[in-house]
């Protein structure tokens, strides 16, 4: 019955199906954010430095005693961990969906610090750091000398100095990191490249 009457009035049956989709259209803004699924379980990364130590030093005196602290977390995944030959610790726990990162990151941090009498000396002198972390870059800036007279570790030591703190202070933000790397002249394409040429390059090219 319904049908054979929009049958009979196509232009009215047009304009009911027009209303209904400016309707959806008008309603996708008016959703909450709790609508939309996390896509990534939240995870919580642990960061320690022991200067000097070996990687196996790291794994035996530090990674160990975190790791052993970390059973019970509610909603716990499973957690990985990399011990560096440069003495650097990284370990991340990863819960459930749908947990609250807050919370889990309190918990994580309470673990720590019942474990902190176990770990060595200057590891507790440097601290434990615990955030919140998320597997993929929200921003990669790429800053660089227009002059061409600054090295990388130039550069890189002006923006810990300057730039690193600040962001990090910004409301939002997790984490905030600084990676560098020289460019190899001798293996560049044509001899006589400079880093300005380059950059001038991949300016034109809108790589950057």
Same mark, same amino acid.
């Given at each position: 019955m319904f049908s054979r009457f929009f049958v009979r009035r196509p232009v009215f049956a047009w304009v009911i199906a027009i209303l209904i989709m400016l309707a959806g259209i008008l309603a996708i803004r008016t959703l909450p954010v709790a609508q939309y699924p996390d896509v990534a379980p939240p995870t919580i990364k642990i960061s320690a430095t022991y200067t000097g130590a070996s990687a196996e030093t790291l794994e035996n005196s530090v990674t160990q005693v975190i790791e052993q602290q970390l059973t019970g977390l509610d909603n716990l995944l499973y957690f990985s961990s990399t011990s560096s030959s440069d003495g650097s610790v990284s370990i991340n726990v990863t819960f459930e969906q749908g947990t609250d990162p807050d919370t889990a990151q309190v918990q994580v941090q309470n673990k720590i610090q019942q474990a902190e009498s176990r770990l060595p000396s200057e590891v507790q002198q440097t601290g434990v750091t615990v955030e919140k972390s998320q597997s993929n870059f929200l921003l990669i800036a790429a800053v660089y000398d227009t002059t061409d007279k600054a090295s990388s570790s130039d550069i890189a030591d002006w923006l810990v100095?300057?730039? $690193?703190?600040?962001?990090?202070?910004?409301?939002?933000?997790?984490?905030? $990191?600084?990676?560098?790397?020289?460019?190899?002249?001798?293996?560049?394409?044509?001899?006589? $490249?400079?880093?300005?040429?380059?950059?001038?390059?991949?300016?034109?090219?809108?790589?950057?």
């Open positions: 100095s300057n730039v $690193q703190d600040p962001l990090a202070r910004v409301e939002g933000v997790g984490s905030l $990191q600084v990676f560098w790397r020289g460019i190899r002249y001798a293996h560049l394409a044509r001899p006589g $490249q400079t880093g300005v040429l380059l950059a001038d390059a991949f300016r034109r090219a809108k790589c950057y």
